[in-house]
């Protein structure tokens, strides 16, 4: 059994390299096909009549004119007369036609009949809200005590909305039935080798007739985890049309019901010593994923504050369900807790970077990643050169602030299976179950492959995005990475040490004397007996080589656990209320890193992502009609490529970090921004704006009751 | 078969939304066309019912019959399988459907196909293909600017034409010129520097 574990530094010839991802080819050219792509032969185009209230009871619904109409080929009514609807634009019926626009006009001949209910979007407001779901109050050390001795107590309200996924690619499906058993689906999802059991269950037919295929996907960010009623509907009108359907849902859809994160708001009071050391935590906190409420953010986050006191309330509201978005709950209790924190730092007059690493050690088991990322993030935005009190920004109308936070996440490897084989023409392939979200999946399966054969990744061809390939786990909680290269490495090993066991008689050597490197099979310290790859895979003839890899397995491949610092330079406009992102830093671990191109790529994603967080994202609903106002792009506001400013990422790697293994990195650093940019407007116009988004109105809000105006 | 009069000027053909703007009654016809581009009023009426109508896309001739009310992204992709520009938005916000037509970057979901006749239509299967890219794809790819790329195929076009007009491009350029494509994944820091790639290469011609 060959050792399982990753090469070091100087014998790694493709792990930690930049590469540019394999399918950058087809992405760039319009050659890669996502699900909205495929058009299958006589598929029809379906669309769902959605609910127009907040919340109502179905009453009668009327299909016949619809159906009767030419093109039409299958309705379904996705829920019944009596069904209670608990947010609008909830889907009501389904219709499949042999175009879009037919499709359109069916959906405006069905009547659907409401008993409208009351509705409450307003959840913010907690006090008016109809049910409130308190938890348990969580209390550790003695936080009365601490805030009766404390030299500092700082007061404050924070809240963060409702906001979208907002995937480009929608979510939807293309489903054909093979016969009455078995169907293929091609869906646009993060989970390709999970959605054959999710498809069974809804059809009532065996997981082994259910194919899923996924080979690009217009962004997830952990709404797309779901075969979703609305796949299990595709499926179904195209067993009654008896023809392909395919089914995307149309832009309101997926910002309204396709994916939310919940809103947290919080009351926190916190206390420090004469010396500035963190003493007491105090906080109340709620907020709203839709009508199943949503669980407390983790508060205080990452700081092991001695003292401390909190309680959360859930509220369900008639505002569209909540889906897992990119680092569930971290974002909203980061922001929170450091905004609280650094309100305290103001309080006692310190500068936050001497807060934060006076207090370092309440951060636990990584509190010297923080300090070392601190420094290094300090030094590339000028910390110490540009950062003044809160509030002295000097004259003129727009004032300049920094602003800091940090953030944790676990990020182990999924279970994974994978299968490899080492063909006699010198080609090699591996195949899972696994999908590539634009993190780079596929490039760093073939970078490990590549490395452990002394290939290159082009060599490597990685068959994904098919739920026929060996299962591999969903791409969800910055597990793919792990997952994925682990059972990678480990196949290749494997496969590596049968081929070497063929091979060794040829070279008169045994197999533990032979090593690989650039295409070439070789005996250590005699390099004049050697077989270039192609010559050592044509020796295989017939009996090709074919492993299989696993994660977990043995050897220590992946850890869990990562550290980062985020660092923001802004400016305001005090008197239009615009924030503009002049400068972020990010300083990132996350253990050894595959490729480091699409490693920064997912950190400057995620900054862009958190900037879009930070200054414009949100659902608005109409407390009137309980109905979303923004369920489009010219509304739902996202930054364009003007509005980021200059993005610096720094990715801690060597020694104390590459040992540890393989670490996801697709969540952590979407964390900090909203934390880093409030905290840098408050230094920038001496007052805290207490949401996220910081939309102009509330930055002048903020500055109509104080600051720098 | 009616052929709909061609408007005389060369621009992107009107949006959808002026369409709908002058549209005050449901039925689709070339007479709200020439209105809006000032026209006499001796024109054809197309539809409500399908049309055959001609559109060169990426240098060749297609014939399809079409609703007149079907845009030329729905066009493209529904009825010709040329998917590369992606439909997101729909409503002119977002650029991935961006196409050029007659060499100027448009919103394809924004423009009827009915009006996209007589033009050249090029998407970004026409720039380039993965074994020969466009420089601008080529950059896109060694920087990478893109990550799910559904956006990719949009900002592609959009980013090649604005080379074409500003061939050295300093950054306040480029925020504007680039203003009109969202991208949600954030690619934005590799399609700056492939942009400024491209430019330090010689531009869209080397």
Redesign the interface.
């Known amino acids: 059994m060959p050792e399982y574990n990753w090469p070091e530094a100087e014998k790694r010839s493709r792990i930690g390299n930049r590469k540019?991802?394999l399918?950058?080819?087809?992405?760039?050219?319009?050659?890669?096909?996502?699900t909205?792509?495929v058009?299958l032969y006589g598929m029809l185009?379906a669309k769902m009549l959605t609910c127009p209230h907040a919340h109502a009871k179905i009453v009668s619904i009327d299909i016949s004119q619809a159906e009767a109409m030419e093109g039409v080929k299958a309705i379904r009514m996705i829920q019944e007369p009596g069904a209670e609807i608990q947010w609008a634009d909830d889907e009501i019926v389904a219709v499949a036609a042999e175009?879009?626009?037919i499709a359109r006009d069916a959906l405006k001949a069905i009547k659907v009949e409401y008993e409208v209910l009351d509705h409450f979007v307003d959840d913010e407001n907690k006090d008016a809200a109809p049910v409130v779901n308190p938890a348990q109050e969580e209390v550790t050390g003695d936080p009365d005590a601490a805030f009766a001795n404390a030299a500092f107590v700082s007061e404050g309200f924070y809240g963060a909305r409702v906001i979208a996924h907002?995937?480009?690619?929608?979510h939807g499906d293309v489903a054909v039935w093979d016969d009455d058993e078995h169907l293929t689906v091609f869906a646009s999802t993060q989970a390709v080798s999970s959605l054959p059991g999710q498809f069974a269950d809804g059809l009532g037919i065996p997981a082994a007739n259910v194919r899923v295929i996924c080979q690009?996907?217009?962004?997830?960010?952990g709404s797309k985890f779901s075969a979703d009623r609305w796949g299990i509907e595709c499926a179904r009108l195209a067993k009654i049309a008896g023809r392909p359907v395919k089914l995307m849902l149309e832009?309101d859809a997926e910002i309204h019901v396709a994916g939310g994160r919940p809103s947290s708001y919080a009351k926190i009071k916190t206390a420090a010593d004469k010396d500035g050391n963190i003493v007491g935590w105090a906080s109340e906190s709620w907020g709203t994923g839709g009508p199943a409420g949503t669980g407390s953010p983790p508060v205080p986050y990452v700081w092991q504050i001695p003292n401390r006191r909190h309680q959360h309330s859930s509220i369900p509201t008639n505002i569209g369900p909540s889906r897992a978005w990119r680092a569930p709950n971290h974002p909203q209790a980061c922001f929170l807790t450091m905004s609280a924190l650094e309100d305290l730092a103001a309080k006692v007059g310190m500068d936050p970077l001497d807060f934060v690493l006076k207090n370092i050690a309440l951060t636990g088991t990584r509190s010297q990643n923080y300090a070392d990322e601190l420094k290094i993030g300090a030094d590339l935005i000028g910390w110490k050169h540009h950062w003044h009190p809160r509030g002295q920004a000097g004259d003129g109308p727009v004032k300049r602030g920094l602003g800091l936070a940090l953030h944790t996440w676990g990020g182990r490897g999924h279970q994974s299976n994978c299968e490899l084989v080492i063909h006699a023409d010198s080609s090699v392939e591996i195949k899972l179950g696994s999908q590539d979200?634009?993190?780079g999946t596929r490039t760093v399966i073939a970078l490990v492959v590549a490395d452990t054969f002394g290939l290159t990744a082009d060599d490597i061809t990685v068959r994904i995005g098919d739920s026929r390939y060996p299962a591999s786990g969903a791409s969800g909680g910055s597990t793919t990475v792990g997952g994925v290269s682990s059972a990678a490495r480990r196949a290749s090993l494997v496969a590596l040490e049968q081929l070497l066991g063929r091979i060794a008689p040829e070279l008169e050597a045994k197999p533990e004397d032979l090593e690989v490197i650039n295409s070439t099979i070789r005996v250590k310290g005699d390099h004049s007996k050697s077989l270039s790859w192609k010559e050592a895979t044509a020796l295989l003839g017939v009996s090709t080589i074919t492993a299989t890899g696993q994660h977990p397995g043995p050897g220590r491949l992946d850890d869990s656990g990562v550290a980062g610092i985020q660092m923001a330079d802004v400016s305001v406009d005090t008197e239009t209320g615009v924030v503009s992102i002049n400068k972020m830093v990010a300083v990132q671990d996350c253990g050894l890193i595959i490729d480091l191109?699409?490693a920064?790529?997912q950190v400057?994603?995620?900054?862009?992502?958190g900037i879009?967080y930070s200054l414009a994202e949100e659902r608005v609903m109409d407390p009137v009609t309980g109905t979303l106002l923004n369920g489009?792009?010219?509304f739902y506001k996202?930054p364009?490529?003007?509005d980021?400013g200059e993005?610096v990422v720094h990715m801690m790697t060597g020694p104390g970090y590459d040992e540890r293994g393989v670490i996801g990195l697709g969540e952590p650093p979407v964390v900090s921004p909203g934390a880093a940019i409030s905290n840098a407007v408050a230094n920038a116009i001496g007052v805290r704006v207490p949401y996220l988004p910081l939309t102009p109105d509330r930055v002048l809000e903020a500055l109509g009751k104080g600051g720098a105006a | 078969m009616p052929k709909p009069k061609q408007p005389e000027q060369t621009s992107s053909g009107i949006s959808r939304r002026d369409f709908f703007k002058s549209s005050t009654v449901g039925a689709v016809s070339t007479a709200l066309v020439s209105g809006v581009h000032g026209e006499g009023s001796s024109v054809e009426v197309l539809g409500p019912g399908e049309v055959g109508i001609k559109l060169n896309v990426n240098g060749k001739t297609r014939r399809l019959r079409v609703?007149p009310?079907?845009t030329l992204l729905?066009a493209l992709?529904?009825e010709l399988?040329v998917?590369?520009?992606?439909?997101?938005?729909?409503?002119s916000?977002?650029g991935?459907c961006t196409v050029l037509l007659d060499g100027k970057p448009v919103y394809a979901c924004s423009v009827l196909a009915v009006e996209a006749q007589d033009k050249q239509i090029v998407?970004?299967?026409g720039?380039?293909?993965?074994e020969k890219?466009h420089p601008?794809?080529k950059a896109?790819?060694?920087n990478?600017?893109?990550?799910?790329?559904?956006?990719?195929?949009g900002f592609?076009v959009a980013c090649a034409a604005f080379l074409e007009k500003h061939p050295n491009p300093d950054i306040e350029d480029?925020?504007?010129g680039?203003?009109?494509?969202?991208?949600?994944?954030?690619?934005?820091?590799?399609?700056?520097k492939a942009v400024k790639q491209v430019a330090a290469e010689g531009g869209i011609n080397a």
């Open positions: 540019t991802r399918d950058g080819p087809v992405k760039v050219t319009g050659k890669a096909e996502y909205y792509d058009k185009y175009t879009e626009d907002a995937c480009l690619e929608s690009h996907v217009g962004g997830g960010f832009r979200l634009g993190t191109m699409t920064e790529s400057h994603g995620a900054l862009i992502m879009a489009d792009m010219e996202l364009g490529i003007g980021v993005l | 609703e009310r079907v729905d992709r529904s399988d998917t590369g520009a992606k439909k997101v938005c729909d409503r916000t977002c991935a998407t970004v299967e720039l380039g293909t993965p890219m601008v794809q896109f790819v060694e990478d600017a893109q990550q799910c790329g559904f956006c990719t195929p592609v480029l925020k504007k680039l203003g009109g494509n969202l991208c949600r994944c954030g690619t934005y820091d590799g399609i700056k």
